[in-house]
Nanobody
Framework: QVQLVESGGALVQPGGSLRLSCVASGFTLNSYAIGWVRQAPGKEREAVSCNGASDGSTYYRDSLRGRFTMSRDNVKNTVYLQMNDLRPEDTAVYSC???????????????????WGQGTQVTVSS
């Protein structure tokens, strides 16, 4: 069964850091494009970052570049999102998603993501 499971979400104070994990099962994560997506209450879903399998490039939402870093551990079949200097506006449910196409590039449309995790809640508040 193809599955993505996120963890690491928590309540953190402004300025704090968190590292989210996304563990894949049923497929080899390093062969597929994978991204992080977030959705805050009452707001539209927005892309956070994406790492393509075709060229290995990582893309970030402009407003997050420099604070968020995405990485892969191919041995553990896991993708991480390191989030630093967190702000209240970063509060959201964070999900990982994969494009189930071998050597895929980062998608340009939400529908291109084939596999989604259930999400993990990140709350930034004092």
């Amino acid at each position: 069964q193809v599955q993505l499971v996120e963890s690491g979400g928590a309540l953190v104070q402004p300025g704090g850091s968190l590292r989210l994990s996304c563990v894949a099962s049923g497929f080899t994560l390093n062969s597929y494009a994978i991204g992080w997506v977030r959705q805050a209450p009452g707001k539209e879903r927005e892309a956070v970052s994406c790492n393509g399998a075709s060229d290995g490039s990582t893309y970030y939402r402009d407003s997050l570049r420099g604070r968020f870093t995405m990485s892969r551990d191919n041995v553990k079949n896991t993708v991480y999102l390191q989030m630093n200097d967190l702000r209240p506006e970063d509060t959201a449910v964070y999900s990982c998603a994969a494009v189930a196409k071998f050597q895929s590039s980062c998608p340009t449309k939400w529908g291109e993501y084939d596999v989604w995790g259930q999400g993990t809640q990140v709350t930034v508040s004092s």
